[in-house]
């Protein structure tokens, strides 16, 4: 079957580090985005991984393993505007099959 | 540019009546896409349609019908809506890459009372 795995809530602090898991798993795999989603908005890319190894784009890096089914983004010092939720989802015959999200809380 | 736009932003339906939703982009892309998004649920693809004139379901397509109107609209149809359809509804839109990445619309926030 396909899907996709990731924590459903994680909690940090202002200023530290977090690492969203997600695994995944399809018969057919073309890469791995991760969007972020705040209360009341709409989902908005934030990166896609094709290929193995880490993607950086400012605070934020994604990271795909394919021989694993396992990827991750890192989140750098965190800020409360990043208290939101993020989704990862693979690309299969022009959808996206989506994960169910993780709800970050970043606490003062 | 606007992006993509979604009509109306709220609705409130009793049981039975019908509506449709209304999506709109301007970024010349060729797929597009209706969701609907539940607490706990994540997203949920309703329907989607891969290029204009073709349409296809997705995970959760009874109660619902589509139109792709032309390449810049596609449209979602309750035609009698039920209590089980109060949800969030979005519009999305992507164009050729191997990304797929989708640009949302704002949402609908529809209640079935």
């Known amino acids: 079957g396909q899907s996709l795995e990731q924590p459903s809530e994680v909690t940090a602090v202002e200023g530290a580090i977090v690492q969203i898991n997600c695994t995944y798993q399809t018969s057919g795999f073309y890469g791995l985005s991760w969007y972020q989603q705040h209360d009341g908005g709409a989902p908005t890319f934030l990166s896609y991984?094709?290929l193995d190894g880490l993607e950086e784009t400012g605070r934020f890096s994604s990271f795909l393993s394919r021989s694993d089914s396992y990827g991750y983004l890192l989140l750098q010092e965190l800020q409360m505007k990043d208290s939101a939720s993020y989704f990862c989802a693979y690309g299969n015959n022009r959808k996206l099959i989506w994960g169910l999200g993780t709800s970050l809380a970043v606490n003062p | 540019n606007a992006g993509v736009t979604q009509t109306p932003k709220f609705q409130v339906l009793k049981t039975g009546q019908s509506m449709t939703l209304q999506c709109a982009q301007d970024?010349?892309?060729?797929?597009m896409y209706w969701y609907r998004q539940d607490p706990g649920m994540g997203l949920r693809l309703i329907y989607y349609?891969?290029?204009?004139?073709?349409?296809d379901k997705g995970e959760v397509p009874n109660g619902y019908n589509v139109s792709r109107l032309n390449k810049r609209e596609f449209s979602l149809r309750l035609e009698s809506a039920a209590p089980s359809q109060t949800s969030v509804y979005f519009c999305?839109?992507?164009?050729?890459?191997?990304?797929?990445?989708?640009?949302f619309g704002p949402g609908t926030r529809l209640t079935v009372l």
């Open positions: 991984n094709a």
């Open positions: 999305a839109s992507s164009g050729q890459g191997a990304n797929n990445e989708q640009f």
């Open positions: 970024m010349n892309h060729n797929s």
């Open positions: 349609s891969a290029s204009e004139g073709t349409t």
